[in-house]
């Protein structure tokens, strides 16, 4: 195994680059990903470092983990981001272990704050109705890209990277479906109706008239460059002030209205699962908790004893 080693690095500040090459180069994580791996990491390294002189990660115990943590509940920092920093340290022992550099994963004697459970926020299908039939969109191909935009996160459930990232020949027109790669490089296949595929066909067609595009994505600003996360969500708030009182507004919004919409419409919640590329069924099952909310209400308003 080569350690990539820079020059007035400590030992563990070593071993962290030598894992962050190891994510991106053979566990292929997202750029995003990698960067808050390295934020959490380097942030750990620095601080057992000023205060317990430590730069050795054999050294280090569950204390000097746990220490590191309290500083984060002080400033009142929300318990997933807190958890988000356990687990990239925790990753990093393991890989620690695996290579036989430690003895011990240090990290498994803390446990995951538990968080309070949070339901999606998703429109109501009269919103959406108004915000894909009613809005008005920019005039020319700026508007046409921010009205796609807004339709395929809507009608996939598709998440703002894997739109930014979408392909024109990840759409199969014959077969009425979309090709998504999602996290970890999985594939699912999600079906849409024809008339999103016409209107994809339309769009391509206007694409090709650019001077200049970039052949290599379904989406294209004006200037033909593709799109970019911040751009895909400053669109869909835009477009969702005008649409909603919601308070949160961003293209997660819509995936958990493709969600929520298909489970109200008899789903099967399995089906929505691999639809939304979810690893397990545990994630998917937040949806339950907003149809029973609407299934109560529909027995209040309905039922003669309600």
């Given at each position: 195994?080569?350690?990539?080693?820079?020059?007035?690095?400590?030992?563990?500040?070593?071993?962290?680059?030598?894992?962050?090459?190891?994510?991106?180069?053979?566990?292929?994580?997202?750029?995003?990903?990698?960067?808050?791996?390295?934020?959490?990491?380097?942030?750990?390294?620095?601080?057992?470092?000023?205060?317990?002189?430590?730069?050795?990660?054999?050294?280090?115990?569950?204390?000097?983990?746990?220490?590191?943590?309290?500083?984060?509940?002080?400033?009142?920092?929300?318990?997933?981001?807190?958890?988000?920093?356990?687990?990239?340290?925790?990753?990093?022992?393991?890989?620690?272990?695996?290579?036989?550099?430690?003895?011990?994963?240090?990290?498994?004697?803390?446990?995951?704050?538990?968080?309070?459970?949070?339901?999606?926020?998703?429109?109501k299908e009269p919103e959406t109705d108004k915000l894909l039939e009613e809005l008005q969109f920019d005039e020319g191909f700026k508007g046409f890209t921010d009205r796609m935009i807004c339709e395929l996160l809507y009608q996939t459930g598709m998440r703002r990277s894997e739109l930014v990232n979408l392909q024109e020949k990840d759409i199969e027109k014959s077969l009425k479906q979309i090709r998504i790669l999602g996290k970890g490089n999985?594939?699912?296949?999600?079906?849409?109706?024809?008339?999103?595929?016409?209107?994809?066909?339309?769009?391509?067609?206007?694409?090709?008239?650019?001077?200049?595009?970039?052949?290599?994505?379904?989406?294209?600003?004006?200037?033909?460059?593709?799109?970019?996360?911040?751009?895909?969500?400053?669109?869909?708030?835009?477009?969702?002030?005008?649409?909603?009182?919601?308070?949160?507004?961003?293209?997660?919004?819509?995936?958990?209205?493709?969600?929520?919409?298909?489970?109200?419409?008899?789903?099967?919640?399995?089906?929505?699962?691999?639809?939304?590329?979810?690893?397990?069924?545990?994630?998917?099952?937040?949806?339950?908790?907003?149809?029973?909310?609407?299934?109560?209400?529909?027995?209040?308003?309905?039922?003669?004893?309600?």
């Amino acid at each position: 195994m080569i350690i990539f080693t820079v020059p007035g690095f400590s030992m563990i500040e070593h071993r962290i680059t030598d894992y962050l090459q190891y994510l991106r180069f053979e566990k292929r994580y997202a750029q995003h990903t990698l960067g808050a791996y390295q934020k959490d990491l380097s942030q750990f390294s620095e601080y057992i470092n000023a205060q317990f002189g430590i730069d050795d990660e054999r050294i280090v115990s569950h204390f000097h983990i746990r220490s590191w943590l309290a500083t984060f509940k002080e400033q009142n920092l929300q318990a997933s981001s807190i958890n988000r920093k356990l687990s990239a340290v925790n990753s990093f022992y393991k890989y620690m272990l695996r290579l036989q550099a430690v003895k011990k994963n240090p990290a498994r004697q803390l446990h995951a704050i538990r968080k309070a459970e949070r339901l999606p926020t998703y429109l109501k299908e009269p919103e959406t109705d108004k915000l894909l039939e009613e809005l008005q969109f920019d005039e020319g191909f700026k508007g046409f890209t921010d009205r796609m935009i807004c339709e395929l996160l809507y009608q996939t459930g598709m998440r703002r990277s894997e739109l930014v990232n979408l392909q024109e020949k990840d759409i199969e027109k014959s077969l009425k479906q979309i090709r998504i790669l999602g996290k970890g490089n999985k594939e699912r296949l999600v079906p849409v109706s024809p008339m999103l595929l016409d209107t994809l066909a339309e769009y391509i067609a206007d694409k090709q008239k650019l001077p200049e595009y970039d052949q290599n994505h379904l989406l294209v600003l004006e200037s033909g460059q593709p799109l970019y996360a911040g751009y895909v969500y400053r669109i869909v708030k835009k477009y969702l002030n005008n649409t909603t009182t919601l308070k949160k507004k961003s293209p997660h919004v819509l995936r958990h209205t493709f969600a929520t919409h298909l489970l109200n419409n008899g789903a099967n919640i399995q089906a929505i699962k691999d639809l939304l590329g979810h690893s397990s069924l545990a994630a998917t099952q937040v949806y339950t908790h907003n149809n029973i909310d609407k299934l109560k209400e529909i027995h209040k308003n309905n039922h003669p004893r309600g």
